[in-house]
């Protein structure tokens, strides 16, 4: 996976490829997928939701820059694959899970993996968590229409966020700054994935 998928995505920094190598993916798949656990696309886990492919997780991961002494904010974290992976190189991992049953599957994986260190928060995914704000870094598994202002009052100045934007079956990984009380986006990379619960825009109709 590390060499066919993270590498040739220009993805090269040390600590992200020993994390990559370290997690193992099919430790956090659905039994009847764990042969697919390393394939590169989304792993499709229950109720639309994804374990992001390895290429765009790692180049999101790589675009935050994440320090050893960074709290991150880990949304929608699904079966906790991604929190494993970010936990390796941060201080602190808090993950925000509101499907029950993935939440049950994160904790079960995250304890074998030996990433038991990572705090769980079960509850709905646009409210954050924010009893341990401010953080440095957030990053959200799935997609997004739109990015909630209660989250950005989470980031602490200057924070780094990651997310896949999406417009109908089109997405683009944005990167965003926090400025004040507004996240400053650029557009990094392509990619795909579900919208999340609670983070599509307000459609209108038209009579």
């Excluded at 996976?1 to 993916?25: G, H, N, W, Y």
């Excluded at 997405?171 to 400053?184: A, S």
Aim: glycine letters at 8%.
């Amino acid at each position: 996976m590390v060499d066919t998928q993270v590498r040739p995505s220009d993805v090269t920094k040390f600590p992200i490829i020993d994390a990559m190598l370290e997690v193992p993916r099919e430790k956090f798949v659905p039994e009847a997928k764990v042969e697919a656990a390393y394939i590169g696309e989304n792993i499709v886990l229950e109720n639309g939701r994804v374990l992001l492919d390895p290429r765009t997780l790692a180049k999101m991961i790589d675009a935050l820059e994440i320090k050893s002494d960074d709290l991150v904010l880990d949304i929608a974290c699904g079966t906790g694959y991604s929190s494993a992976v970010i936990l390796r190189m941060a201080q602190a991992v808090v993950a925000v899970e509101e499907d029950e049953a993935l939440a049950h599957a994160a904790q079960d994986a995250l304890a074998q993996t030996g990433a038991e260190t990572v705090v769980l928060h079960t509850g709905k995914l646009v409210e954050g968590a924010p009893e341990h704000a401010p953080y440095d870094v957030m990053i959200l598994q799935g997609g997004i229409e739109r990015f909630p202002q209660e989250l950005v009052g989470q980031l602490c100045e200057n924070g780094r966020v990651a997310a896949v934007f999406m417009e109908g079956a089109l997405g683009v990984v944005r990167l965003g700054l926090r400025k004040g009380d507004h996240i400053i986006w650029r557009d990094i990379f392509n990619a795909a994935a579900p919208v999340l619960p609670g983070f599509s825009k307000d459609h209108e109709f038209v009579f």
